[in-house]
């Protein structure tokens, strides 16, 4: 059986998030639904988060995406 990994914070505040399908099934499948979260993602960033977190990357792929940034300390 599998064992979640915890969400964590290096001490320099650098964080990688990650996240897929259940079962790894497509959840970005399309062109729309990856256009869809970038438009999520650029929403987040705008919003009242970017005092606090300077974002790195993000990469999509059709089953999961990743996103790493660092907290503003």
Known sequence: MRIARRYAIRDSGIFHKMWRGHNR???LASR???LSYLNDLCITLTAAIVP???W???C???NHAHETGRLRL
């Open 25 to 27: 099934e497509h959840v």
């Open 32 to 34: 729309t639904d990856k």
């Open 52 to 54: 606090f977190v300077v």
């Open 56 to 58: 790195h990357s993000y």
């Open 60 to 62: 999509l792929m059709g």
